[in-house]
């Protein structure tokens, strides 16, 4: 009778530690669709520890993401392949214990200080690994607290960093192969690495948005992140399947005339994409304030716009002053902005394709993505760069369908 008691007083425990939805995944498109993210909100599903998900009967990668960074995790995601208009049920288990399963990394993210005191140390062997940093607004040259300048990330198609200072210029590192690199490479590839077909920087951004950099807007021009409070760089996610780094600046005075506010440039990279999500937070709304983001002219660039807030370039150019370690590197870079966004697209100047955007709530949202002629997996002239990005857009606009 005892024995019974207690199978009777635990079975409910048990039952309530884990919990099961079927979530339905559809391709809307006629387009082979792969690597799509699916991310599953778990505030209404308690303090999730683990999870499984499986179709057809065969267990997938998956990733538990804790956002605000309070030791419970926010979301679920996994990347779902579908083929035109096809529909699949995914089985997502959610337990209340244990810990999150490991998968094979698809991605990757990094941040290292400087450590010039090692001269046993080759410049792409820095090891001191931090995950965040805060450097007060009247810090001088924060450029150089970091190995690389900033934080960096990586899917199997491309390699970005993020500077460090006021211009928080996005940079991009060229891949040949689809492979991830970073952790090796460290953005500073040497003769060995390249010898074996290593990618390496392939981008000069000086000044200019680089990559679609955020920033200000003074009625005529782009303005640094400057001057702020603070300015904080972190990683909120290593992988396997997406990383997530955010750039926070506190006390931004965007307009002298105006108040001060709060920003968070939230940056996802998904395996499997050239493309990364870029989210930005303002701590209330900034209906009345004009900001700027767009992508630099690179030299003798070929520009491509449709009106509608995608605007792209291809272009050659020197990624570095050192032109003896260097060669000569063609780009495609390419953004696309919600023309909710938009408020007007600017002429072309030495330095940018920039747009003038703003929001009348306290968010906003775009995309950024790139290639190099480098890559053997990828595109060799503006045409083909221009006619994919026509159709990535369309991808864009018409995301897959989840229910759950």
């Known amino acids: 009778m005892k024995r019974i008691l207690y199978l009777l007083l635990f079975m409910p425990l048990a039952a309530a530690a884990q919990q099961t939805l079927t979530v339905s995944v559809s391709n809307p498109s006629k387009s082979v669709r792969n690597d799509e993210p699916v991310v599953i909100n778990l505030a209404p599903y308690g303090d ?39 529909k699949k049920q995914y089985s997502v288990t959610l337990f209340t214990e244990g810990e999150p399963r490991t998968y094979p990394a698809r991605v990757f993210a990094e941040m290292v200080l400087s450590n010039t005191k090692d001269k046993s140390l080759k410049k792409n062997q820095q090891n001191n ?50 492979q991830l690199e970073l952790k090796e490479t460290q953005f500073y590839t040497d003769k060995d690495q390249k010898a074996k077909g290593y990618g390496d920087d392939v981008l000069w951004v000086g000044q200019t948005f680089g990559l679609g950099a955020f920033r200000g807007w003074n009625g005529k021009e782009p303005t640094h992140v400057s001057p702020v409070k603070s300015r904080t760089q972190r990683v909120i996610s290593y992988g396997p399947l997406r990383t997530i780094v955010e750039v926070i600046d506190k006390g931004w005075k965007v307009d002298a005339a105006k108040a001060p506010i709060n920003m968070t440039l939230r940056y996802t990279q998904y395996a499997g994409h050239r493309d990364t999500d870029v989210d930005v937070f303002f701590n209330r709304h900034v209906a009345d304030y004009a900001f700027s983001t767009g992508i630099i002219n690179v030299k003798n660039s070929v520009e491509f716009s449709d ?25 495609g870079l390419g953004i696309c902005i919600p023309m909710k966004y938009v408020r007007s697209e600017e002429p072309a100047n030495k330095d940018n394709y920039a747009f003038v955007v703003g929001t009348a709530d306290d968010r906003l949202h775009y995309k950024v993505i790139y290639c190099s002629d480098n890559e053997t997996f990828g595109y060799h002239s503006a045409k083909e760069w221009f006619d994919f990005l026509a159709e990535w857009k369309k991808e864009v606009e018409k995301p897959i369908q989840v229910k759950y």
């Open 48 to 86: 999730i520890r683990s999870a499984l998900v499986t179709v057809d009967g065969q267990e997938i990668p998956c990733q538990l993401d804790d956002l605000n960074q309070d030791e419970t995790f926010d979301e679920l995601c996994f990347l779902a392949d579908l083929k035109g208009k096809e």
């Open 129 to 178: 690994f931090i995950e965040s940093i805060t450097a007060r607004g009247d810090a001088a040259y924060t450029y150089n607290i970091q190995h690389h300048h900033g934080v960096d990330f990586e899917s199997e198609l491309n390699g970005i960093r993020i500077y460090f200072d006021e211009r928080q210029t996005l940079d991009c590192y060229g891949k040949f192969k689809k």
């Open 307 to 331: 009106q509608k807030g995608l605007r792209a370039c291809w272009g050659t150019d020197w990624p570095s002053t050192d032109t003896v370690n260097f060669k000569r590197e063609t780009v």
